[in-house]
């Protein structure tokens, strides 16, 4: 089974450096999703794929806003918990 690639210290300070610049970020995540964020904003919103069945099309919900991230189900929880904290 492989695994989905990781959400590294490296990319997170990436983020954070552009984000503590006042810069947009626009990131692929590893494996799959997408980190959007247009400036720093008090919220971001969240979709994490579920793993076991289809979702159409939900996704598309959270990139209408000005801060999301789309996660793989694979990807592992702390991970993302990080990253989210970090933003």
Do not use: K, N
């Amino acid at each position: 089974m492989s695994r989905t690639p990781a959400v590294t210290g490296e990319l997170i300070a990436a983020i954070v450096e552009r984000l503590g610049a006042d810069r947009p970020v626009r990131r692929s995540m590893p494996g799959w999703g997408r980190l959007h964020v247009d400036r720093q904003l008090p919220f971001i919103v969240i979709y994490r794929r579920p793993a076991a069945r289809p979702d159409p099309g939900t996704d598309r919900l959270a990139v209408g806003v000005a801060s999301y991230l789309l996660a793989a189900a694979e990807c592992d929880a702390r991970e993302i918990a990080a990253l989210v904290e970090a933003v």
